[in-house]
């Protein structure tokens, strides 16, 4: 495989807050510390961020992984970098615990349907719910299944570098032998002993010199649906080996940033680091960035347990759990009052509150047009953007950001109601930054800028959440979002070609 080892694309641009940016930091869980961030190849910055693996719906825990990241790559620009950001979508390998059956393969299987359908329909899913949440699209969206060369090229690279064997037609990884002169382990901190000895006997273990040994091509079971033609066998490749090879394709051989959830550490980023470490000799990414997870009422949000509760589900209030619907920007600010390090809990009064603060947030965003300058400033605008930075420049972190913003709202309200001015340089000066962070670094827009084509969006998926109901003949709910939606001023036609609305 060719690789490109520099980021390639157009300088021209400088950095906004030249001074502000040599500022930042961020926790590189590889390092376990607090560690200034210095690119590779500065103004550029390659990020790389595991991304869904497309069976279903995400739910949203998952949206608030991809919103962390949004919000990590949205200060990067706002910093003036020139960000290649890669997220894959995970189409093949992804390999359920217990029974290994490829978790799309399954679907299909399920459904009776070809497994590309069930990946093109919850790409779209997936592409509709990013939108809803604001979060911007990244450069490039490579899938597994267009990179199975690369991936049976890495595979190769491995076996000749002999830490790779193959075993009735699969390859798997030897953890040993790479362990003898690397520390597979150091990402996660787990120990290769407990890991031979801990290792839970799966599907085809004995295939295994080890059991802490993991596939990077599985031959294929004569029922299982997606499969290529590989030397070893007609197979398939195992699910960390597309994300070695994809990052290294687009961010080159050792890049920046490497992202996912905290759950990925073990095993899928462990072993993508041995995988590039044996395969290209080199380490993957400097630094690694790993969000925490988020719960439901205390419970861990996953789709493999059925615990998930989707955007749609967030977004109607159809749910029971939920005792009313929240908007997206609602959900996205509320994730957002949380640091991506820490875990947060989804629950209703903790959701209400952030309503009322999102919203407390966006009429001062409006009241900032209204205000007019004096002859002095009552406060120095220079002191409260610099926490603002602060802030942001400490790892990501949003929830100290927010509350600068609330001192913010809080002196909006003194120049609106009490008399109190900023000069014109000054109140010019402010407006910007206020703005600025609340639309471009934390993305958040009002629910009517949000009209065009987030309603859209919605609509989207509250007709399609009717038309399922028809679907199982409960015509009362169908009726009664049908009426819903009238009364909020959308006309719903049922017609052959679908369901049309429009506004009345
Ligand atoms: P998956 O589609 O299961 O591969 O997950 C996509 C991304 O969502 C990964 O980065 C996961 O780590 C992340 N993720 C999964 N469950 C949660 C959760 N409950 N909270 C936050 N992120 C999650
Ligand atoms: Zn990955």
């Known amino acids: 495989m060719e690789h490109l080892t520099v980021l390639r694309f157009n300088v021209g641009h400088s950095c906004i807050f030249a001074d502000m940016k040599t500022a930042l930091k961020v926790y590189n869980t590889l390092a376990r510390k607090t560690e200034e961030f210095q690119p590779i190849n500065p103004p550029f910055v390659g990020l790389y961020v595991c991304g869904p693996t497309v069976y279903s ?3 949203i825990g998952n949206v608030r992984t991809f919103t962390s990241f949004d919000l990590i790559y949205r200060y990067l620009l706002h910093l003036g970098y020139k960000v290649r950001y890669v997220r894959n979508i995970t189409d093949v390998g992804h390999l359920l615990d217990d029974n290994e059956e490829d978790k799309i393969s399954k679907k299909a299987r399920l459904e009776n349907i070809e497994p590309m359908e069930v990946v093109q329909r919850y790409t779209v899913d997936f592409h509709k719910t990013m939108m809803l949440f604001n979060t911007l699209p990244p450069s490039i969206e490579p899938t597994a299944t267009a990179h199975l060369i690369e991936q049976i090229e890495l595979i190769q690279t491995i076996l000749d570098k002999g830490l790779a064997y193959e075993s009735n037609g699969s390859v798997y990884f030897d953890v040993l032998k790479y362990s003898a002169d690397h520390n597979y382990g150091e990402l996660s901190g787990r120990n290769i002993d407990e890991l031979l000895v801990n290792t839970r006997d799966l599907d085809g273990q004995d295939d295994k010199k080890h059991p802490a040994d ?4 599985k031959k294929a079971e004569p029922q299982h649906i997606m499969k290529w033609n590989a030397p070893w066998s007609l197979g398939f490749p195992g699910w960390h080996l597309e994300c070695s090879v994809m990052s290294t394709k687009y961010l080159g051989t ?6 996912g959830g905290m759950d990925l550490k073990f095993p899928h980023h462990e072993c993508e680091i041995a995988q590039n470490e044996a395969g290209y000799g080199c380490a993957p990414a400097k630094y690694w960035l790993h969000t925490n997870m988020l719960t439901f009422n205390g419970r861990k949000m996953a789709k493999s347990e059925g615990t998930g509760v989707t955007p749609k589900e967030m977004i109607t209030g159809n749910h029971p759990l939920l005792t009313q619907a929240y908007s997206p920007m609602t959900i996205r600010f509320f994730m957002l009052q949380a640091h991506y390090r820490s875990t947060l809990d989804f629950n209703n009064e903790a959701l209400q509150a952030a309503e009322k603060g999102f919203r ?3 009429t001062a965003v409006k009241d900032l047009d209204g205000l007019k300058s004096g002859n002095t400033s009552f406060f120095t605008v220079e002191d409260w953007k610099e926490e603002l930075y602060a802030a942001m420049n ?7 950001a927010i509350a600068q913003l609330f001192e913010g709202v809080r002196l909006i309200n003194l120049m609106k109601d ?3 001015t900023l000069t014109e340089s000054d109140l010019a000066a402010f407006t910007s930054a206020f703005k600025t962070f609340i639309t471009d670094v934390l993305g958040l827009t009002t629910e009517e800028e949000n009209d065009s084509g987030e309603v859209d969006g919605l609509m989207d998926f509250i007709l399609q959440l009717r038309n399922e109901a ?6 009362a709910t169908s009726d009664e979002i049908r009426d819903k939606l009238n009364e909020l001023g959308f006309e719903i036609k049922d017609g ?8 009345k």
Do not use: C
């Not at 400490?394 to 100290?400: A, G, K, L, R, V």
């Not at 028809?470 to 015509?475: E, F, I, L, S, V």
């Not at 052959?496 to 506004?503: A, L, N, Q």
């Open 57 to 59: 719906e995400v739910h």
């Open 214 to 217: 993991f596939a990077i091509w």
């Open 254 to 259: 050792t890049f920046d940033i490497h992202g």
């Open 360 to 362: 407390r947030l966006m």
């Open 394 to 400: 400490d790892d990501f972190n949003s929830p100290i």
């Open 418 to 420: 009490q008399g109190e």
């Open 470 to 475: 028809k679907a199982r003949k409960d015509y």
């Open 496 to 503: 052959k070609e679908g369901t049309t609305f429009s506004r």
